[in-house]
Structures are given as structure tokens and as C-alpha cells.
């Protein structure tokens, strides 16, 4: 039972981290439930390996996508 209540307590601590980092203005941009995608693509964004591309349309709405760069020539 000890056991389970400092794994609890831990998941707890880790979730109050979590949602503490994830309301950061510096990091708006993060998903509230990230997947390792996510985490692995805004990595690959703020190393300059990938690329955030929107495009405006005419009616005022965007279509994004992100795009990782690979070195194939």
C-alpha cells in the first residue's frame, strides 16, 4: 500500500508540473496532452529543422502544417 501512495503522489507531482509548464505563455504552443509527436516536432522547429507553413486564405481562415526537413539529395 506504501508503495502505491509514493507512486501515487509522484504521478500527482508530475501532473502539477506538467500542467504548470503547459500554462507557460512561453509555451502556447505545446498541446495540452502532447504526444511524443508533438514533443519531437517542436524540437525539430526551434532546431530550424522544420518548418511551420500557413497559408492565409481569402476568407481570413489558415491551413498549417509543420514540415521536417531531412537532408536527401
Sequence with gaps: M????????????????????LDDPILSDVPKNPTLADVDTLINLEL???????????????????IHITNKF
Excluded at 529543422?49 to 498549417?64: E, F, H, N, Q
Design 2 to 21: 506504501e508503495e502505491y501512495n509514493k507512486s501515487s503522489m509522484k504521478k500527482a507531482r508530475l501532473n502539477s508540473l506538467l500542467t504548470n509548464l
Design 48 to 66: 530550424g529543422s522544420a518548418m511551420r507553413i500557413s497559408v492565409l486564405k481569402l476568407d481570413g481562415s489558415t491551413l498549417g502544417n509543420n
